[in-house]
């Protein structure tokens, strides 16, 4: 019964290669969304979603793309991989966006770029 | 703008007994929303307990109570009667209209319970 699962939980890979990580929630929320948190645990929104149309889209390369292909998923796939992308990527859904709705997170993805 | 700073990088506290977790917070919105989370070790971000701008009583939710004081633009987490399960990393988020309803966290704080 996993509310917003992510997938992998681990990904460990060459600078320079592209990678995929997958979300999906069973929640039926609306909104999903992307963060990013460093090595100082700092999270930052990188993206938003709702009903399958990009709503925030913040300072990312554009290396990082999400694609929503139904409202249920969000996958954020990277292209041309740094080091400094290394990282843990949480995927997150809300039911609606107004200031009174709670995140619900993922477990993460904890990329690695050697 | 909307900002939260938690300045208790690090805190320890003995089992059984109640600790406080600092936040403030700084929006020139009139309806907000402000949030805790927990991440444990394991690394999961677990949602705690809500506040919103025109909540006139403090959220509670079991063990956990949110000490809302809107003139300060404070809302420090209690957790009464520690358990060693609630070492973690804490995290202070807040939404508003006004900035397009992103969730943003604060640095967090890291907890210790000790035996």
């Known amino acids: 019964d996993t509310a917003v699962s992510q997938t992998p939980k681990y990904l460990v890979t060459q600078m320079g290669n592209d990678k995929s990580i997958k979300c999906e929630q069973n929640?039926?929320?609306?909104?999903m969304y992307w963060y990013k948190q460093d090595s100082k645990k700092f999270l930052k929104i990188m993206f938003s979603?709702?009903?399958?149309?990009?709503?925030i889209n913040e300072t990312v390369p554009n290396r990082f793309s999400p694609k929503s292909p139904d409202k249920a998923h969000l996958n954020l796939h990277i292209n041309s991989l740094e080091l400094g992308d290394s990282a843990v990527y949480f995927c997150a859904s809300s039911l609606r966006q107004g200031p009174n709705s709670p995140l619900h997170f993922g477990n993460g993805t904890r990329l690695t770029v050697t | 703008a909307q900002k939260i700073t938690q300045t208790q990088p690090g805190m320890f506290v003995q089992e059984k007994e109640a600790v406080t977790l600092d936040c403030t917070y700084d929006?020139?919105?009139?309806?907000?929303?402000l949030f805790w989370y927990k991440q444990p070790s394991s690394g999961e971000m677990i949602f705690l307990i809500y506040?919103?701008?025109?909540?006139?009583q403090n959220a509670t939710e079991g063990r956990y109570s949110l000490n809302f004081q809107k003139a300060r633009k404070s809302a420090n987490l209690v957790i009464s009667a520690s358990q060693l399960g609630d070492s973690a990393m804490y995290f202070c988020a807040m939404r508003s209209n006004n900035a397009g309803n992103m969730l943003t966290f604060g640095g967090g704080t890291r907890l210790m319970v000790k035996p």
């Open positions: 979603y709702n009903n399958k149309e990009l709503i």
């Open positions: 929006t020139s919105d009139q309806s907000y929303g």
């Open positions: 929640l039926g929320h609306d909104t």
């Open positions: 506040q919103g701008s025109y909540d006139e």
